[in-house]
């Protein structure tokens, strides 16, 4: 075994790690699209509708689209955190 082997072997587990972050962060671009999407259905299909002059499904409608996206989206809010977690840092602190 030459020495790019070696060092391909032993930068494997790092390298597949930060693949994976990768696929964290573009699945969460993907979510948070997804929401500002639905945020703005949510403003402009009820608007549309009142235009129109249907009411009583103006009233529905929002209900229906904040609980979808409650229940949709929640995991993601949850998931948001204001700085980074603890094992975000212990991996900085770590390689440092």
């Given at each position: 075994?030459?020495?790019?082997?070696?060092?391909?072997?032993?930068?494997?587990?790092?390298?597949?790690?930060?693949?994976?972050?990768?696929?964290?962060?573009?699945?969460?671009?993907?979510?948070?699209?997804?929401?500002?999407?639905?945020?703005?259905?949510l403003v402009?299909?009820?608007?549309?509708?009142?235009?129109?002059?249907?009411?009583?499904?103006?009233?529905?409608?929002?209900?229906?689209?904040?609980?979808?996206?409650?229940?949709?989206?929640?995991?993601?809010?949850?998931?948001?955190?204001?700085?980074?977690?603890?094992?975000?840092?212990?991996?900085?602190?770590?390689k440092a």
């Open positions: 075994m030459n020495q790019v082997d070696r060092m391909m072997a032993a930068l494997e587990p790092d390298i597949n790690k930060k693949c994976e972050e990768i696929k964290e962060a573009r699945r969460e671009k993907v979510l948070a699209r997804f929401f500002v999407l639905l945020s703005i259905a402009t299909i009820p608007t549309l509708l009142i235009f129109f002059g249907i009411s009583l499904v103006s009233l529905v409608v929002p209900t229906t689209l904040i609980t979808v996206a409650f229940l949709l989206l929640s995991p993601i809010l949850m998931n948001q955190q204001g700085g980074s977690s603890y094992e975000q840092t212990k991996y900085i602190y770590r």
